[in-house]
Nanobody, 124 residues
Framework: QVQLVESGGGLVQAGDSLRLSCKAS????????MGWFRQAPGMEREFVAH????????DYADSVKGRFTISRDNTKNTLYLQMNSLKPEDTAIYYC?????????????????WGQGTQVTVSS
């Protein structure tokens, strides 16, 4: 089991940067593959990025590749998403998620645990 709490969202302008954090309450953070998803108004939740247990392997949605960086600090039980060159189309609620079994997980059903989300709004 793990509880996830996101933070760091806010209102920024296009071209700005933002770093999201996700604090995990668990004694075994390294048991979990971690991911970020987002949901824009009127849209389905979509994959953004994931990172494996020790942080050696990452993958990104094409829409954020080269602009976003996922990382984790296993000593702090914390997942991060560094977002640079933000665009209005990045506006969404961002969720962190955790799974035990899917190191390349890109779909919602692969993730058993979810945070409550943090709002990111990018103005043009």
């Amino acid at each position: 089991q793990v509880q996830l709490v996101e933070s760091g969202g806010g209102l920024v302008q296009a071209g700005d940067s933002l770093r999201l954090s996700c604090k995990a309450s668990t004694h075994s953070f390294t048991d979990f593959v971690m991911g970020w998803f987002r949901q824009a108004p009127g849209m389905e939740r979509e994959f953004v990025a994931h990172i494996n247990w020790e942080g050696e392997n990452t993958d990104y949605a094409d829409s954020v590749k080269g602009r976003f960086t996922i990382s984790r600090d296993n000593t702090k039980n914390t997942l991060y998403l560094q977002m640079n060159s933000l665009k209005p189309e990045d506006t969404a609620i961002y969720y962190c998620a955790a799974n035990y079994n899917f190191p390349f997980g890109k779909v919602e059903w692969e993730y058993a645990f979810w945070g409550q989300g943090t709002q990111v709004t990018v103005s043009s």
